[in-house]
């Protein structure tokens, strides 16, 4: 069985324990705080140098990190990643703009503002960066999923699964999904798709 080592509290860690989940795909999860110094010591550097969740440990100990790069070896062959080449092009473009466009701002503020280690961090001038970077993400998203029902178009692919893990809880961050009624739309969707669970699930022990 594969393992995934993350924090149940993480957006980047929620998505391949939600996409398993979709999947109906065994796995044993190791909480790994990142907030401990768990991800800094040298047993888990020895598993990613860039001491980071979510790692995918396959069952003959092959390691993979980043979490969209676990996404889509995950999805490889279901009906989260089109077979078709422009298909897959346009899920890597989505992938690529959650990781440089809507991560660094929308789960970043998310961070600044719950977590109390980061109070100082939460300056006025951080704040308002993060809001108008997040805020010009959810607008992408917004002109993209009043056309299409899913980001990547007509299917719910891994794509959707990435930005879905952060924006489930950009009110929390701060931002007023009440401004983004097609993002509002696309979470339901996603939660209605079979198999969905919330950011703390974890697999029944197996
Ligand atoms: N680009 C990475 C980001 C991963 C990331 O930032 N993980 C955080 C938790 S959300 C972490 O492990 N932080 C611990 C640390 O930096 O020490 C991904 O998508 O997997």
New binding site residues.
């Given amino acids: 069985m594969i393992t995934l080592y993350g ?1 149940l509290d ?4 929620y998505k391949p324990r939600l996409l398993a989940a979709k999947l109906g795909l065994p796995f044993r999860h190791v909480e790994i705080s ?1 907030r401990d110094g768990s ?2 010591t040298d047993a888990f550097l020895a598993r990613n140098p860039n ?4 790692l995918l440990e396959l069952e003959d100990g092959r390691l993979l ?4 790069a676990i996404l889509l070896y995950m999805a490889e062959g279901t009906r989260f990643l089109p077979s078709d080449r422009y298909g897959r092009g346009v899920v890597h473009q989505w992938l690529f703009f959650e ?1 440089y466009s809507h ?1 660094p701002y929308v ?1 970043v503020r998310r961070a600044l503002v719950r977590y109390p280690e980061r109070a100082a961090m939460a300056t006025p001038e951080r704040l308002a960066e993060t809001l108008a970077g997040g805020n010009r993400a959810l607008g992408v998203m917004e002109t993209q999923l009043a056309k299409a029902p899913f980001i990547a178009g007509r299917s719910i692919t891994v794509a959707d699964i990435a930005l879905f893990a952060y924006t489930q809880d950009a009110e929390y961050a701060g931002f007023d999904l009440g401004s983004y009624p097609a993002v509002t739309a696309w979470l339901d969707r996603v939660r209605a798709d079979p198999g969905h669970v919330q950011l703390e699930w974890t697999p029944p022990e197996l």
């Avoid at 993480?10 to 860690?13: E, L, P, Q, V």
């Avoid at 001491?51 to 979510?54: A, L």
């Fill in positions: 924090s993480s957006g980047n860690c990142s991800t800094r001491g980071k969740v979510p990190w980043e979490s969209n990781q991560e789960a």
